[in-house]
């Protein structure tokens, strides 16, 4: 993995701010990743087509920038951690009502105190976990 | 149509910042949540330049009022702290904690056609259509 490097980093965060004030001002819509992609697969007809041409620009961007800039992903978690992982993503960010993108990036800077709390939660308790594994089980 | 190319390069732009900014990498992730490790301060990098956008760009949404393109907001009203939202926040900081990987990153990682970054989001999609269906939309 590369070392830290400040520019890509800012410069990255930019493009997702940018990526939800359009969204915000042009549609008025949350950019929350957790329920665009869970108001899909509730099958909301009325939201259907903006939830999925969001996603297609998410994966597309995704898939075109991985071949151009081919960065490291190294996804260490083994599968069963993986599946339970992934599984407690989907319902904790739907039972909480969002996740780093919709509390983080856009709550956040509406300064709704919902989305601090919740945002403040989950960052404590994934450093929690990632210590319980790395530090005191996984050693 | 135009709410929808506005959606399309909007998801564009956060594809393309998580793909610079590193965050498709889970590793890169796992380190910054590693504060007794090596850390690694590039998540909260990426948090300052989105906000530092964000928080002017939400400013100016609530002063224009109504949306460029819809008849009004979307935008949820202000509440207070729930148990759920708590719990919901708690299970979802287990996960991230364990892969790595949130909802954004795990979408963008598809590209890499990596087995794990596919199974990540099986996981997750069938975690948030089970709660679609206990919630009981």
């Known amino acids: 993995m590369t070392p830290f490097d400040p520019i890509p980093a800012l410069a990255g965060g930019v493009l997702i701010g940018l990526g939800a004030v359009i969204l915000a001002l042009f549609n008025g819509r949350v950019a929350g990743i957790s329920g665009i992609l869970g108001g899909l697969l509730d099958g909301e007809r009325a939201n259907l087509a903006w939830r999925a041409a969001f996603i297609a620009g998410l994966v597309g961007a995704g898939f075109l920038g991985l071949k151009l800039v081919s960065p490291d992903v190294m996804i260490a978690a083994d599968w069963p951690i993986l599946i339970i992982g992934g599984l407690l993503v989907g319902i904790g960010t739907r039972l909480g009502s969002g996740c ?8 956040m800077a509406r300064g709704s105190i919902r989305s601090i709390a919740a945002t403040a939660v989950y960052i404590s308790v994934a450093v929690a976990t990632v210590f319980v594994t790395r530090h005191l089980i996984g050693g | 149509m ?136």
């Open chain 2, 2 to 137: 135009a709410r929808l190319l506005v959606s399309l390069i909007a998801g564009g732009l956060f594809g393309a910042g998580l793909i610079i900014s590193q965050m498709v990498n889970p590793a890169r992730v796992l380190g910054f949540l590693d504060v007794a490790g090596t850390w690694d301060p590039t998540l909260a990098f990426v948090l300052a330049g989105a906000l530092a956008v964000s928080v002017p760009g939400h400013w100016l949404v609530r002063r224009i009022g109504t949306p460029v393109l819809d008849r009004k907001s979307h935008l949820p009203p202000p509440g207070r702290p729930d148990r759920r939202l708590i719990a919901g926040a708690v299970l979802f900081g287990i996960g991230w904690g364990l892969v790595g990987f949130c909802p954004g990153p795990a979408l963008a990682a598809l590209g890499t056609g990596e087995a794990k970054a596919f199974g990540f989001l099986a996981a997750m999609a069938t975690g948030m259509w089970l709660f679609g269906r206990i919630a009981g939309r």
């Open chain 1, 100 to 107: 780093t993108s919709g509390h983080g990036v856009c709550g």
